[in-house]
């Protein structure tokens, strides 16, 4: 099993910035995928950005340009700097990891952007 832990959420006023944490643990051995989903209030969830295999990065369309995902896998974390946030930004945001073709979810970090 792999666990995920989530952190860096809050309330941000619209053109700030956030910066978004999860850091796995358990059984980690080869974790290819990690990436970002968000769910805002009575929307589905949607991918913000995942960050694949060697570093292979993609984005949301309404995101680029002001989002950006990086990992550490020395420390098996992935991040999501959240800058000129927006107020359609605000939303639960998880956490999702793949390894052999499992996914795993942390239980999400609330971001709320005020306008």
């Known amino acids: 099993q792999v666990q995920l832990e989530e952190s860096g959420g809050g309330l941000v006023q619209a053109g700030g910035s956030l910066r978004l944490s999860c850091t796995a643990s358990g059984s980690i051995f080869s974790v290819n995928l990690m990436a970002w989903y968000r769910q805002a209030p009575g929307k589905e969830r949607e991918l913000v950005a995942a960050i694949i295999g060697g570093g292979n990065t993609n984005y949301a369309d309404s995101v680029k340009g002001r989002f950006t995902i990086s990992r550490d896998n020395a420390k098996n974390t992935v991040y999501l700097q959240m800058d000129s946030l927006k107020s359609e930004d605000t939303g639960v945001y998880y956490c999702?990891?793949?390894?052999?073709?499992?996914?795993?979810w942390g239980k999400g970090t609330l971001v709320t952007v005020s306008s």
């Open positions: 999702n990891v793949g390894q052999w073709g499992i996914r795993y």
